[in-house]
T-cell receptor
C-alpha cells in the first residue's frame, strides 16, 4: 500500500513564505508531483521531482529526498491568489497513475 | 490549445439511476485517466487508458462502473445503477506520454440522492 501525509491546513500572511511538507511511504517510488487546486477548479501542475534536490520555478520551489520519503513545496512572496489547496502526489515505477495525499489548504491573509 | 473538458459539470440523480460522464482530453494526448474524490477523502485513481485500451483499471470500485474510450479520443464513464456512496467529484486527466505531466479537467460533481 501507499501512505502519503501532508498537513490539512496552513495559514500565512501576504508577502510571507510558507512550506508545505509531504511524507510518503511507497514501494517502487518513481516521482513526486505538486498540484494547486482552487475551489471548484481543476488541479493545475506546479512541479515534478524525480531526483533528490531542489527545483525552483519562480516563486515556487519543490524539494525531494528519496531516502527520507520527504518532499516540500515552498511558496515565497505569498499573494492572496495563492490561497488554494496544494496536492502532493506520487507515481510508481510501473505506470503513471497518481496517488494523492489529502491536500493542504493554504489560506493567505492580508 | 484547449484544455481537458468534462461534461456535465454537475449531475444530480436518484439512487438506482444511470449516469454517463464524458471527458474530452487534450488533442493528441494518448493517455487518459479517471480519478474520483469523495467527500472528505483524497483524490483516488480509477483507471488509465492508452489510446482506446485500458492500461490499468485497478482503481475501479466495482462492476457498476464502466469506462470506454472508443476510437481513442473522448472517454465516457457510466455508473449503473448509481448508489449513494458514488457521490463525489469525478476528474479526468490526460497526458501526452506515459510519464509526463497530467492535465486535469474541472471535474463532474455527481450527487446521488
Amino acid at each position: 500500500g501507499q501512505n502519503i501525509d501532508q498537513p490539512t491546513e496552513m495559514t500565512a500572511t501576504e508577502g510571507a513564505i510558507v512550506q508545505i511538507n509531504c511524507t510518503y511511504q511507497t514501494s517502487g517510488f518513481n516521482g513526486l508531483f505538486w498540484y494547486q487546486q482552487h475551489a471548484g477548479e481543476a488541479p493545475t501542475f506546479l512541479s515534478y521531482n524525480v531526483l533528490d534536490g531542489l527545483e525552483e520555478k519562480g516563486r515556487f520551489s519543490s524539494f525531494l529526498s528519496r531516502s527520507k520519503g520527504y518532499s516540500y513545496l515552498l511558496l515565497k512572496e505569498l499573494q492572496m491568489k495563492d490561497s488554494a489547496s496544494y496536492l502532493c502526489a506520487v507515481t510508481k515505477a510501473a505506470g503513471n497513475k497518481l496517488t494523492f495525499g489529502g491536500g493542504t489548504r493554504v489560506l493567505v491573509k492580508p | 490549445e484547449a484544455g481537458v473538458t468534462q461534461f456535465p459539470s454537475h449531475s444530480v440523480i436518484e439512487k438506482g439511476q444511470t449516469v454517463t460522464l464524458r471527458c474530452d482530453p487534450i488533442s493528441g494526448h494518448d493517455n487518459l485517466y479517471w480519478y474520483r474524490r469523495v467527500m472528505g477523502k483524497e483524490i483516488k485513481f480509477l483507471l488509465h487508458f492508452v489510446k482506446e485500451s485500458k492500461q490499468d483499471e485497478s482503481g475501479m470500485p466495482n462492476n457498476r462502473f464502466l469506462a470506454e474510450r472508443t476510437g481513442g479520443t473522448y472517454s465516457t464513464l457510466k455508473v449503473q445503477p448509481a448508489e449513494l456512496e458514488d457521490s463525489g467529484v469525478y476528474f479526468c486527466a490526460s497526458s501526452r506520454g506515459a510519464s509526463g505531466e497530467q492535465y486535469f479537467g474541472p471535474g463532474t460533481r455527481l450527487t446521488v440522492t
